[in-house]
Nanobody, 126 residues
Framework: QVQLVQSGGGLVQAGDSLRLSCTAS????????MGWFRQAVGKERQLVAV??????????ADSVKGRFTISRDNAENSVTVYLQMSSLKPEDTAVYYC?????????????????WGRGTQVTVSS
């Protein structure tokens, strides 16, 4: 059974840091790129960060470059993907989702992601 279990998130103040985690299991996730998306109230879901299957290549939305870092640990039967968020801003407030792509390399369209976590709320107060 495929599972993407997310942890982390919560309520923080502007300028604080948070780390989100996502543990994926149930199939060979280590050969697929993974991504983090977010969706704020009244807005479309957007890709925040993506990492290739080996963890050697990453990319970020312009709005989070220099503040967020995506990384991953590939294990034999699971993968854990992290999103380290620093210098958080109120506009980072959203529900954050991890997701698995159907490719080994980075991809930017949500249509290329077939498994999703349930989401975790991040709220940044000013």
């Amino acid at each position: 059974q495929v599972q993407l279990v997310q942890s982390g998130g919560g309520l923080v103040q502007a300028g604080d840091s948070l780390r989100l985690s996502c543990t994926a299991s149930g199939r060979t996730f280590s050969v697929y790129a993974m991504g983090w998306f977010r969706q704020a109230v009244g807005k479309e879901r957007q890709l925040v960060a993506v990492i290739d299957c080996n963890g050697g290549t990453t990319d970020y939305a312009d709005s989070v470059k220099g503040r967020f870092t995506i990384s991953r640990d590939n294990a034999e039967n699971s993968v854990t993907v992290y999103l380290q968020m620093s210098s958080l801003k109120p506009e980072d407030t959203a529900v954050y989702y991890c997701a698995k792509t159907i490719y080994s390399s980075r991809t930017y369209s949500s249509r290329d992601y077939d498994y999703w976590g349930r989401g975790t709320q991040v709220t940044v107060s000013s």
